[in-house]
């Protein structure tokens, strides 16, 4: 069935801090990584999933990069009717408002163009699932001031089975499996190491999720070479790091989560965006290749309407709040 709301595209998440600190933090060398509690219905967010536009707006970007002024705007203290498609899209009054003027007539603009009394937001969001389940996207539910991945079949299936899928081809199941080493096993080189095994193979078979989840493992990596004072190491988790930020974006997706994902990537020179920029053309050469080994065709990386109304309507919103 449809979500009741849009909205929940885009927030079905946890707190963003916390998904950040999960997946950046410092690996534990002697203490596995325990599995966050959820309630009985659920399952606690153990990836790294939609971002929540709110929490983006609030927490991700409370001060401005440096070497970037913020400049002063006039607002609408009283926003009596938001910009249509803001209600259309369900987006919550705490993300826009106070709205700057320059924003309202961009976002009028968009409605128009999208004729969006015409849409069906049932549909659209039916599209939306389909689409985002292809991905290897999950089902959330809101549990309390945060949301919570709702449980599936999968989550009830033995690792023995679970494997067996995973052999078979099964797309969510090879994401599951890589998503359990990385909070279930001692984190160590051999874990991470078979845990991209498996997000690789799902991200062949069509999960953007999974190259989400390979940019945190690369961010785990780094952690690592901090610790072992490795710098060649530190850099190369960067730039693998960024090349899977590329890959995810070459597939498409919520561009807030892709353009989230490649900035907290690390620093890096011109010369080792380049070498990012090569790796991730590689490696979409060779997903794609195995795809085809396999008997698949090529990615499908069209969008479903929705997404492209939330992409561009975010982008009006970072446009004249300056928050790019």
């Known amino acids: 069935m449809p979500s009741k709301h849009i909205f929940i595209m885009v927030t079905a998440v946890a707190s963003l801090l916390a998904i950040i600190m999960w997946n950046f933090r410092a690996p534990e060398t002697q203490q596995p990584i325990a599995p966050v509690s959820a309630p009985s219905t659920t399952s606690a967010v153990t990836e790294m999933p939609l971002l929540p536009l709110s929490e983006v707006a609030s927490k991700s970007t409370p001060t401005p990069a440096p070497g970037k002024k913020t400049v002063a705007t006039h607002t609408s203290q009283e926003l009596a009717a938001p910009p249509a498609i803001l209600t259309f899209l369900e987006l919550p009054e705490k993300f826009y408002h106070p709205l700057p003027e320059s924003c309202v007539p961009p976002l009028e603009a968009l409605a128009q163009e999208y004729d969006i009394d015409t849409l069906d937001i049932h549909k659209l969001t039916l599209e939306y699932e389909n689409w985002n389940q292809s991905r290897g996207g999950r089902d959330y539910a809101e549990v309390g001031s945060s949301y919570e991945i709702i449980a599936s079949d999968y989550d009830a299936y033995s690792d023995d089975t679970l494997h067996e899928l995973a052999e078979q081809g099964d797309m969510l199941a090879n994401q599951i499996i890589g998503q359990k080493i990385m909070t279930q096993s001692r984190a160590s080189h051999e874990s991470l190491e078979k845990a991209e095994r498996y997000f690789t193979q799902a991200a062949i078979y ?116 300056e928050l790019k």
């Open 206 to 321: 069509g999960s953007s999720q999974s190259l989400i989840n390979l940019i945190a493992l690369e961010q785990r990596r780094k952690i690592f070479a901090k610790q072992e004072k490795q710098k060649g190491n530190e850099i190369q988790a960067n730039i693998n790091a960024r090349a899977w930020s590329e890959v995810a974006r070459l597939r498409g997706g919520i561009n807030l989560q892709i353009k989230f994902s490649a900035s907290i990537t690390g620093h890096l020179t011109e010369e080792q965006k380049q070498q990012a920029h090569k790796k991730a053309d590689a490696l979409y050469q060779s997903l794609n290749g195995m795809r085809e080994h396999k008997g698949l065709s090529p990615f499908d990386n069209s969008l479903p309407l929705a997404v492209h109304m939330i992409n561009r309507t975010t982008a009006v919103l970072e446009d004249c709040n």
